[in-house]
């Protein structure tokens, strides 16, 4: 798994390929990915002006799409100041200035970032649990930092590449309680057949 720094990089390359010919790329996680998201929120009767978190927001191009679904108090953060840059133009090229992003470690989450009512995670605690330095430790703390920004009943959706359902229950046993599996597709980004993506909600308890 990359250092930190080579995320950097990845985005670096986004920013100047976006600043180039003005595409935003697939950085992580493709279309349906973001379409089920959306559809889970729809069913639900998600409110519109409901607090939404993307953690991980990397070229915020969920975020987006929510902003064009009607949703209105949207969030992104992002470890890496090149994503939350490359998010930023994304951001103004699609004429969404309501849609907040701030460069954060999520591990050590500010203050402010407090009371959603629905947090989003793809990709991110995958890259949290690949980090060669204390993994263990690290979702550990993942953990608490989301207990602290998600509100009492709030919404956890994460989509992973890495974890089994079985696995992601027991990451996540502290605090939260499964609501449901998502619809996924039997295959992965990076040409790994048959690593299954595997989508859950969680409700916080």
């Known amino acids: 798994f990359p250092p930190d720094s080579s995320w950097d990089a990845a985005y ?32 639900q009767k998600i409110p519109l002006d409901s607090s939404v978190l993307d953690i991980g927001t990397g070229n915020g191009v969920l975020l987006i799409e929510l902003a064009k679904s009607g949703y209105t108090n949207l969030t992104g953060i992002d470890y890496s100041p090149s994503a939350i840059q490359l998010s930023e133009k994304v951001r103004e090229k699609e004429g969404m200035p309501n849609i907040k992003l701030k460069v954060e470690d999520f591990l050590a989450p500010s203050a402010e970032l407090s009371g959603f009512e629905i947090c989003i995670d793809k990709g991110t605690f995958d890259a949290i649990s690949l980090n060669p330095d204390n993994a263990v430790g690290k979702r550990k703390q993942y953990v608490r930092s989301l207990c602290s920004v998600l509100g009492p009943e709030g919404f956890f959706l994460i989509t992973s590449c890495n974890w089994t359902k079985e696995e992601l229950l027991n990451e996540f046993r502290e605090g939260f309680e499964i609501l449901e599996e998502l619809p996924t597709p039997k295959f992965c980004f990076g040409g790994r057949i048959g690593n299954s993506v595997t989508a859950l909600v969680f409700q916080r308890k």
Do not use: Y
């Open 12 to 43: 670096e390359r986004e920013l100047q390929t976006f600043q180039d010919i003005g595409d935003a790329g697939e950085i992580w996680f493709g279309e349906e990915s973001m379409v089920r998201i959306i559809r889970w929120l729809e069913k």
